[in-house]
């Protein structure tokens, strides 16, 4: 018998069993055999034949262990919990069937040690574990020249010391005083970055903030009262109720740092008489690119409303719940949402 005659027998066997089974799935099992007949096989010969990755595909996590300073960020920011950094014993460990390649950690790596590979990890019957040897305890240090200072600019707001990885920095606002343990600090630059005031560095005094004049104000008319402005106020200053629309600042407590204007998705805030004076927006939700979506649940984990349920293959958004501040959006380590506007 020729190919085409027993390809042909057995599409008319498969049918038949197909509609003996269930009339529906006959019709569904028709339609892939009969679209699947004359396509190209979507198999490879692997491991013979290699397949072809494009530049900008996530594979796998690779690190310079010779630049590693062992802050732990990594770690840190991994919504899955695959990172281990343990800079006693000078190690940095990644669990391959934990990591979800959303590249959170190598965004996030201070020393840019961090590297996504477009090849993934080698197939294997066990859970792969690497560990990469990094500089142990005390024998590494920041590339930075100096040590950390902070000029007279600080309004002590404490973000410096929350993003410290160890623990180096203290502050009092009560006192006014600002500490930094020289020989624990690491010189990963986290603390800088979060400073609203620009006040720190390494060596010489940092740039100084422009300072703000008057007192915090909201434009109530384009606030959506998503709460992200008190959820990140380092001093407990603001009071944000979503149901009795208002929004509340304790002015004595506020210590214009201006954490809450970076935050605020509608910038609808401001010092003075600068709070912005856009037009209402349209309300706004997330729509998800399920082909970029590698469910790590950083936007579930971001949700000031807890609106979104993040599991595997299964990404759901409440559209009632949501207050459409964008807060995901800004999460997606994979920049798979995108908001768009609700008629």
Not at 3 to 28: C, P
Request: proline share 4%; hydrophobic share 35%; with cysteine.
């Amino acid at each position: 018998m020729s190919k085409l005659v027993i390809i042909i027998v057995l599409v008319v066997a498969a049918l038949i069993s197909s509609a003996v089974t269930t009339r529906l799935g006959f019709f569904k099992f028709k339609k892939t055999v009969l679209g699947s007949i004359f396509k190209d096989t979507a198999c490879q010969m692997y491991p013979v034949v290699q397949k072809e990755w494009q530049e900008r595909t996530r594979g796998a996590v690779s690190i310079d262990g010779n630049n590693c300073i062992g802050c732990g960020i990594c770690a840190k920011v991994c919504p899955t919990d695959a990172i281990e950094v343990d800079k006693a014993n000078g190690t940095w460990t990644i669990e391959r069937m934990q990591c979800v390649q959303c590249s959170g950690c190598v965004d996030n790596c201070p020393k840019n040690c961090l590297t996504m590979e477009n090849q993934y990890t080698t197939p294997d019957v066990t859970k792969t574990v690497d560990t990469v040897a990094i500089p142990a305890k005390g024998a590494a240090g920041g590339s930075s020249d100096g040590d950390l200072v902070c000029n007279d600019t600080c309004v002590f707001c404490g973000l410096c010391a929350k993003a410290c990885p160890e623990d180096a920095i203290k502050v009092d606002r009560k006192a006014k005083s600002w500490e930094v343990d020289k020989e624990a600090c690491i010189k990963c630059g986290a603390c800088i970055d979060k400073c609203p005031k620009k006040s720190l560095s390494f060596g010489e005094g940092g740039e100084s903030a422009a300072a703000e004049d008057g007192p915090l104000s909201c434009d109530l008319e384009v606030c959506i009262y998503c709460g992200l402005c008190a959820k990140n106020c380092p001093a407990d200053a603001l009071e944000v109720d979503r149901k009795a629309k208002s929004w509340k600042v304790d002015e004595d407590a506020c210590i214009k740092c201006g954490v809450c204007l970076e935050k605020c998705p509608k910038k609808c805030l401001g010092f003075g008489s600068n709070a912005a004076a856009a037009e209402p927006a349209k309300k706004s939700i997330p729509v998800l690119d399920e082909e970029k979506c590698v469910y790590c649940a950083a936007c579930e984990n971001a949700c000031p409303e807890a609106a979104i349920s993040a599991e595997v293959d299964n990404w759901t958004l409440d559209a009632d719940k949501c207050v459409g501040c964008e807060a995901c959006v800004g999460a997606c380590p994979a920049v798979a949402l995108e908001m768009k506007s609700v008629d």
